[in-house]
């Protein structure tokens, strides 16, 4: 089973704080083993406003309000990114390169562009395989 030994950082996808937030979500027994590992090793935890956007969302429709109030005062503890004008044009780039083939959506595209480049491929926790399809270093 992979491990945080190591790291530092750690960029989260919504599927982990899916995982996270919800009991009832297949992955949240994981997902709690991970995030004691980050708050016992003092990990920073990053992100971006789409992510957290996505998050809330599907907590709220999938899950319920409860799970997601928890999540947004969670929010915090976060380093939220703000992607720029550039690689909002990247992310739409590589979306349009990947989609024709299989469905990658945009987050997951502007995330690779923070990923690979600001965040100089930091590991990634999620547990849907587009982070890996585009080739990011992910821990499930």
Known sequence: MQTLHG???VYCDSSFF????????VKHKR???LFKEIEKNHIEIH??????SETMT???YQYGYREALTFNQSIDLFHIRHPIESQHHQAIALFNLFAKDRKVSFVDALSHV??????KN???LSFDRDFKALGLTTIQ
């Open 31 to 33: 997902a709690l083993e």
């Open 58 to 60: 599907v907590l709220l």
């Open 122 to 124: 930091m590991p990634a």
């Open 47 to 52: 992100t971006c406003w789409f992510i957290v």
């Open 18 to 25: 899916i995982a996270l937030f919800s009991k009832k979500d």
């Open 114 to 119: 923070l990923v690979s480049g600001d965040l």
């Open 7 to 9: 790291l530092h950082a």
